[in-house]
């Protein structure tokens, strides 16, 4: 079965207090709170700045067993280093504790700046250096910068595959040979509804879809009605299917049909708190429900939620893998 996951861009958001989050909810029980209603995050404080270990454990902690978060990369290696030498910039990157989410990390997201045209050589080389397993993070991030040295995590458990999908914002992209770069490098092409923005394609590059749905009609503020959702739900169904849509703009050819794709998709209207609820509404349309008022009369007002299983992690065990700083 495919995975399908349905979420939000963030979620520690003040508008959100009172309208989708209970009135007086402590907001450290706010990422429990919202993973009980969407099965998938999108980590943007990564975006910004270096997060730590403990951090990335506190939210591991903080969600069911079968949560996923997909991580978005530092603004440093794609904004400012502009993906270039970056070996000290991944290197913090990784070590910043990203690999204490063990089976709930999902898709690390690349976001490029407007800015930043398509120069072949640049993004194949970045590509060429992403680890593509947990084990190779590890050993990437052992070569860190020493102010990481007390706040640096390179265990693994588990040797776990990686994913990558980068989201661009030029025109230069709008290219053929950009889509068959991503094939080649199996980096998933982000789909990224802009309210006509940015760049829209629809070509399919891994076997995953990720889709990025900031706003329909106004740039991180406006919703999704029903027609728009069941349109969604439409092509995700496709995708998902291992196929794609009759109809959609695309630079290259279909994608060869595989049997499935799994999906991960992020709304990223958060400033009229449309976000969450359009992200259950479409979970809904795949199959995936929640009981939102449910899940609200079984929030405490204070402490811990009522019926909620404790999910704190259990001690690593003697055997995992660990890097160290060599």
Same mark, same amino acid.
Request: hydrophobic residues 35%; aromatic residues 12%; charged residues 30%.
């Given at each position: 079965?495919?995975?399908?996951?349905?979420?939000?861009?963030? /979620?520690?958001? %003040?508008?959100? $207090?009172?309208?989708?989050?209970?009135?007086?909810?402590?907001?450290? @029980?706010?990422? #429990? !709170?919202?993973?009980?209603?969407?099965?998938?995050?999108?980590?943007?404080?990564?975006?910004?700045?270096?997060?730590?270990?403990?951090?990335?454990?506190?939210?591991?902690?903080?969600?069911?067993?079968?949560?996923?978060?997909?991580?978005?990369?530092?603004?440093?290696?794609?904004?400012?280093?502009?993906?270039?030498?970056?070996?000290?910039?991944?290197?913090?990157? /990784?070590?910043? %504790?990203?690999? $204490?989410?063990?089976?709930?990390?999902?898709?690390?997201?690349?976001? @490029?700046?407007? #800015? !930043?045209?398509?120069?072949?050589?640049?993004?194949?080389?970045?590509?060429?250096?992403?680890?593509?397993?947990?084990?190779?993070?590890?050993?990437?991030?052992?070569?860190?910068?020493?102010?990481?040295?007390?706040?640096?995590?390179?265990?693994?458990?588990?040797?776990?595959?990686?994913?990558?999908?980068?989201?661009?914002?030029?025109?230069?992209?709008?290219?053929?040979?950009?889509?068959?770069?991503? $094939?080649?490098?199996?980096?998933?092409?982000?789909?990224?509804?802009?309210?006509?923005?940015?760049?829209?394609?629809?070509?399919?590059?891994?076997?995953?879809?990720?889709?990025?749905?900031?706003?329909?009609?106004?740039?991180?503020?406006?919703?999704?009605?029903?027609?728009?959702?069941?349109?969604?739900?439409?092509?995700?169904?496709?995708?998902?299917?291992?196929?794609?849509?009759?109809?959609?703009?695309?630079?290259?050819?279909?994608?060869?049909?595989?049997?499935?794709?799994?999906?991960?998709?992020?709304?990223?209207?958060?400033?009229?708190?449309?976000?969450?609820?359009?992200?259950?509404?479409?979970?809904?349309?795949?199959?995936?429900?929640?009981?939102?008022?449910?899940?609200?009369?079984?929030?405490?007002?204070?402490?811990?939620?009522?019926?909620?299983?404790?999910?704190?992690?259990?001690?690593?065990?003697?055997?995992?893998?660990?890097?160290?700083?060599?």
């Amino acid at each position: 079965m495919p995975e399908t996951r349905i979420g939000i861009s963030g /979620w520690r958001y %003040g508008p959100w $207090r009172g309208k989708f989050y209970p009135p007086n909810l402590p907001q450290n @029980l706010e990422l #429990n !709170f919202a993973a009980r209603c969407v099965n998938s995050i999108e980590i943007n404080g990564s975006f910004y700045s270096l997060q730590t270990p403990s951090a990335y454990e506190k939210w591991y902690d903080s969600t069911p067993d079968d949560f996923v978060f997909a991580v978005k990369g530092s603004r440093f290696i794609t904004h400012m280093k502009r993906l270039k030498d970056l070996q000290q910039a991944q290197a913090n990157f /990784w070590a910043s %504790g990203i690999l $204490r989410l063990d089976e709930k990390l999902g898709p690390i997201l690349w976001q @490029l700046p407007p #800015n !930043f045209q398509f120069v072949k050589e640049t993004l194949e080389e970045f590509f060429d250096e992403l680890p593509r397993n947990t084990a190779d993070a590890a050993k990437i991030a052992r070569g860190c910068s020493d102010f990481m040295k007390d706040r640096s995590w390179m265990k693994i458990r588990k040797i776990r595959p990686l994913r990558h999908a980068i989201e661009i914002r030029n025109e230069s992209f709008v290219t053929e040979e950009f889509v068959n770069l991503l $094939r080649r490098q199996r980096v998933a092409l982000v789909i990224a509804d802009t309210a006509n923005k940015w760049p829209y394609m629809e070509d399919m590059t891994a076997d995953f879809v990720y889709v990025r749905l900031h706003g329909e009609l106004e740039l991180y503020a406006s919703g999704y009605d029903d027609r728009a959702l069941n349109h969604w739900a439409n092509r995700l169904k496709k995708w998902r299917q291992g196929g794609e849509p009759a109809r959609g703009p695309r630079c290259a050819p279909k994608a060869p049909r595989i049997s499935s794709r799994d999906v991960f998709v992020y709304f990223d209207n958060d400033m009229k708190v449309f976000a969450p609820f359009n992200a259950m509404d479409l979970a809904r349309r795949l199959g995936i429900r929640r009981d939102y008022e449910k899940i609200k009369r079984d929030s405490r007002l204070s402490g811990r939620p009522k019926n909620s299983r404790d999910t704190r992690r259990t001690a690593w065990p003697r055997r995992a893998i660990a890097y160290t700083h060599s």
